[in-house]
């Protein structure tokens, strides 16, 4: 009687251990692994479906898992700082349990893999925009003729801006896209505006912090850089508005001008074909006046 209460409450305290599993998200990640003798899978579907077999079988048990992309490269890194053979399961586990606790990782619902991979892809690219926004904008420094520090100030302003954008009148949820050309690639962040019983926009503190930044760069940076709002409202056609920045303000597009832009894929310049009933208008002059605005950097 002792022993079957000892495995039961074993048994109940393992369902409180929450878990982390570390996937090879695409191909090109599996092949790299596989020069790891220890690594003794050969076939990348047959290693996904065992993975997703794994994580049903967790979620059947009561057991809360969450799944984080497995970087072959950061992997060879963190062996070669931590002193690790990296040919090792033990390795390989000691890895992951570092990207639970630092890395990006989405939980698993009891959702298909090929649900959960393309979200799993979006949150890592994500975070790897923001971190780097962030660094760009740390390192920047003081204005040379007042002293202040430019990635701060060019912060306020971008949240200035975003909150105005945001406030702009009309009904119905938006979503919006910023896309900064940085060096050979695009930064580009997404914010989604709720609405409250009486109309009042609602938003996600991260996803602001986050979308606010990565204007702040083309801010700072004096790059271009395009905001495009779609709005959805019941009962009438979702409708597109934008805005590129000039200096630290933003300019409405016109009708044709924000077509041009949601028709033109942000990274590839690759046309888009339009979505039917979508309508593009002309964007709203934003009053971006604030106390603080007179300086540009």
Do not use: K
């Amino acid at each position: 009687m002792a022993e079957t209460e000892h495995e039961t409450a074993r048994r109940d305290l393992r369902r409180e251990v929450a878990g982390t599993i570390g996937l090879l998200a695409d191909e090109e990640d599996f092949a790299a692994m596989r020069r790891y003798r220890t690594f003794t899978f050969g076939d990348h579907q047959a290693y996904l479906r065992q993975a997703e077999g794994l994580l049903r079988t967790l979620a059947s048990q009561g057991r809360h898992t969450a799944v984080a992309l497995f970087d072959p490269e950061e992997y060879a890194e963190f062996c070669a700082e931590s002193g690790l053979e990296p040919d090792t399961p033990d390795s390989r586990t000691r890895f992951t349990a570092e990207l639970a606790s630092t890395g990006t990782t989405v939980p698993y619902e009891g959702q298909p893999l090929a649900e959960l991979l393309p979200d799993l892809i979006d949150e890592a690219v994500r975070q790897a925009t923001w971190e780097y926004a962030t660094t760009l904008l740390a390192r920047i420094g003081d204005c040379a003729i007042c002293g202040e520090d430019i990635g701060r100030a060019a912060f306020r302003r971008a949240s200035h801006l975003v909150t105005r954008a945001i406030e702009t009148p009309g009904p119905g949820p938006r979503h919006l896209v910023c896309s900064v050309p940085s060096g050979p690639e695009t930064l580009l962040a997404a914010l989604h505006v709720g609405c409250d019983s009486e109309g009042n926009p609602q938003v996600d503190e991260t996803e602001t912090l986050e979308f606010t930044t990565v204007l702040a760069v083309a801010i700072a940076t004096h790059s271009s850089a395009g905001l495009v709002m779609r709005t959805s409202a019941d009962g009438t056609p979702d409708h597109v508005q934008g805005w590129r920045l000039h200096g630290e303000r933003l300019l409405p597009l016109t009708a044709a001008e924000v077509f041009d832009a949601y028709c033109t894929h942000a990274v590839s310049g690759e046309l888009i074909a339009p979505e039917p009933g979508i309508e593009y208008r002309p964007a709203p002059v934003l009053d971006d006046s604030e106390p603080e605005d007179g300086h540009q950097h």
